[in-house]
C-alpha cells in the first residue's frame, strides 16, 4: 500500500497571494504605462537624432505621449520646424542648412533674418513685389518673405522602419517594467 501526503499549506498562501495581487493588477498596469510615457518620447527623440541634425530641445517640442486605456500614443506635431533649427549658416550664395546628419544642402539666395514676430529664421524672398504692410519697409514696394522649413516631427516620426522600432522598445519597456511591478508587489505581500 502507497500513502500519498501533500502538504497544500504552500498551495493555498500561493492563490491567497494571487488573490490580493489581483485588486492591483490595474494600479500595476497604469503605472507600467506611466513610465512606458516617460521613456518613449526619450526614446524616439534618439532614434530621430541619429538621422536628423536638430537639437533635442527642439524635437521634444514637438513629441508628446499620451497613456491610453491600452498604451500610449506617441505624437509627433505636423508644424513646420524652421530651417534655422537645422545647423543652417549663412555664406555668399545663400544659407546651407543640415536636415540629415552629414549632408549640407544649399538653399540659393536665402538669408538668416529676424521676422515681424523677432522669431529668427531662414527667409528667401519670392513672388512679385507688393507694398508691405508692416515691419521697417512698410509702405514700400518689396518681395514678400518666405520661410523655409525643415522636416516635422511627424514626417521623422513616419520615416522607415523607425515606427517598428519604437514599438520593439514599447514592448521591450512594458514587458521588464510589468515584472518588475510585479515582483515587488509579491515581495511587499511576503513581506
Not at 15 to 28: D, F, Y
Not at 71 to 86: P, S
Not at 147 to 166: D, H, I, N, S, V
Amino acid at each position: 500500500m502507497t500513502t500519498l501526503h501533500a502538504d497544500l499549506d504552500g498551495v493555498l498562501s500561493a492563490s491567497r497571494n494571487l488573490g490580493a495581487l489581483s485588486s492591483r493588477l490595474p494600479t500595476l498596469h497604469a503605472r507600467a504605462i506611466g513610465t512606458l510615457g516617460r521613456r518613449l518620447p526619450v526614446q524616439a527623440r534618439r532614434d530621430i537624432q541619429a538621422e536628423y541634425q536638430i537639437g533635442a530641445r527642439r524635437l521634444a517640442q514637438d513629441l508628446q505621449a499620451r497613456a491610453t486605456e491600452d498604451g500610449v500614443r506617441l505624437i509627433g506635431r505636423f508644424r513646420g520646424i524652421g530651417l534655422r533649427n537645422f545647423a543652417a549658416r549663412q555664406t555668399r550664395r545663400g544659407v546651407t542648412a543640415s536636415v540629415f546628419r552629414g549632408k549640407r544642402s544649399l538653399r540659393e539666395h536665402a538669408f538668416l533674418g529676424v521676422g515681424v514676430n523677432r522669431n529668427a529664421h531662414v527667409f528667401r524672398r519670392e513672388g512679385p513685389k507688393r507694398e508691405m504692410k508692416q515691419g521697417r519697409y512698410a509702405g514700400k514696394r518689396r518681395q514678400p518673405l518666405v520661410a523655409e522649413y525643415g522636416a516635422t516631427a511627424a514626417q521623422m516620426l513616419a520615416k522607415g522602419r523607425r515606427p517598428e522600432r519604437l514599438i520593439d522598445y514599447a514592448r521591450g519597456v512594458l514587458g521588464a517594467e510589468s515584472k518588475r511591478l510585479f515582483t515587488s508587489a509579491l515581495m511587499d505581500r511576503k513581506g
